[in-house]
């Protein structure tokens, strides 16, 4: 039992550059996030999805997309990578108000 | 008022020491509030659930305060392993999941 488990832990873009995150869970969770965290502002909500197929905007969802074709995974996309998107991205999931979170993948944007 | 307030911090206490932390939040609604706890380069774990008026648990208590609408968390006999960020969560307003709303964090260095 892995959990939730995030690919890749660490990447660098130049900007423009597209990438995808993945986050996998084994738990059998029908909900699932993604969060940004950056110094000083605490984890922000980016999409969140609320079972297989369906997906919602959180707080901060500008410049990304998600796809949660299976309810396993839950895939964040950046089409034009930018600077300010550096930070690290959280993923998480739950089946009621307790989140387990992966990870992380920490990004820069040069 | 933001959605979940917290002093940042940081908070250097010395081993065996007894500190609290204050976290304010402004949905009214809310029913229920947590405590993470994220080290250091690492992602949040649950360190409590709070449903009703408080919750124990070993060296670690929070309370609710409903009419102030604040949490807090209290830790008696400070550990050295209990240096980390204590993160408020609250759910935010409307229906969105179970998504959660963080507040920052307030830090905390316990010292031998």
């Known amino acids: 039992n892995a959990g939730v488990t995030q690919t890749p832990k660490f990447r660098v873009l130049k900007t423009g550059q597209s990438m995808t995150l993945l986050c996998a869970q084994d738990m059998n969770h029908e909900y699932m996030y993604w969060y940004r965290q950056d110094p000083g502002m605490g984890l922000r909500l980016i999409h969140y999805s609320v079972g297989e197929g369906t997906t919602a905007k959180g707080e901060v969802p500008d410049g990304y997309n998600v796809s949660r074709l299976k309810k396993q995974n839950f895939l964040l996309g950046l089409e034009s990578a930018a600077p300010s998107q550096t930070s690290v991205y959280f993923c998480?999931?739950?089946?009621?108000?307790?989140?387990?979170f992966g990870p992380g993948t920490r990004l820069t944007v040069l | 008022r933001k959605e979940v307030e917290q002093d940042p911090g940081p908070f250097n206490v010395p081993e065996g020491a007894t500190v609290a932390f204050n976290c304010t939040y402004s949905n009214s609604a809310s029913q229920s509030f947590f405590w993470y706890r994220q080290d250091c380069r690492k992602e949040p774990k649950l360190l409590m659930s709070?449903?009703?008026s408080g919750n124990e648990d070993g060296r670690f208590t929070a309370q609710l305060n409903r009419a102030s609408q604040y949490i807090s968390l209290l830790i008696r006999d400070s550990k050295l392993s209990d240096s980390a960020t204590y993160l408020c969560?609250?759910?935010?307003?409307?229906?969105?999941?179970?998504?959660?709303?963080f507040g920052k964090g307030t830090s905390l260095l316990v010292t031998p």
């Open positions: 969560v609250v759910p935010p307003r409307g229906n969105s999941g179970y998504a959660l709303n």
């Open positions: 998480a999931s739950s089946y009621s108000d307790t989140q387990y």
């Open positions: 709070v449903y009703s």
